[in-house]
């Protein structure tokens, strides 16, 4: 299963869409990374490919093959 690389260039969304697709969401991230949202600029540990900021609901992305640089974590938009 690729994981999809060729996104991490992309905008958060087609990151998430990617991620998703692949059905690896959910799954855990070898290295959990604090981040502070974009949008609220509140602290929260994202776990996962896909995960939510647990105060504005922000979602953000990264491709599994692209986890082990907290800068490849990109922004979707809020509820996405």
């Known amino acids: 299963m690729g994981c999809g690389c060729g996104t991490s ?25 604090e981040l502070a949202c974009v949008q609220c600029n509140e602290s929260f540990i994202m776990e996962t490919y896909v995960a939510t900021c647990p105060n504005c609901e922000m979602v953000y992305g990264v491709t599994p093959c692209s986890a082990s640089d907290v800068t490849n974590i990109k922004p979707a938009a809020i509820r996405y």
Not at 16 to 32: F, I, N, Q
């Open 9 to 33: 260039q992309k905008g958060g969304t087609a990151i998430v869409d990617k991620v998703r697709m692949k059905g690896m969401a959910d799954e855990l991230m070898p290295t959990a990374y």
